[in-house]
């Protein structure tokens, strides 16, 4: 699987995530699980460490906290 398709397929869990449990998950958790996630498992790769970054950066959580 190419990194463009997991960074696609990550949006569309958080989608559906953030419509099925409402208000109980806010987005910044959601993307520091998946960065702590992918991190401890091995998985993240430049490219996916660099739009995992930008997402939580975006949503005001620094890169020095995750």
Same mark, same amino acid.
């Given at each position: 699987?190419?990194?463009?398709?997991?960074?696609?397929?990550?949006?569309?869990?958080?989608?559906?995530?953030?419509?099925?449990?409402?208000?109980?998950?806010?987005?910044?958790?959601?993307? =520091?699980?998946? &960065?702590?996630?992918? $991190?401890?498992?091995? %998985?993240?790769? #430049?490219? =996916?460490?660099? &739009?995992?970054?930008? $997402?939580?950066?975006? %949503?005001?959580? #620094?890169?020095?906290?995750?």
């Amino acid at each position: 699987m190419r990194d463009r398709d997991v960074m696609n397929l990550l949006d569309q869990i958080e989608l559906y995530v953030l419509g099925a449990v409402g208000e109980r998950v806010a987005q910044k958790d959601y993307w =520091l699980f998946i &960065h702590h996630s992918m $991190k401890s498992g091995l %998985l993240m790769t #430049k490219a =996916l460490e660099k &739009h995992l970054q930008y $997402k939580l950066e975006a %949503l005001g959580v #620094k890169p020095h906290q995750q």
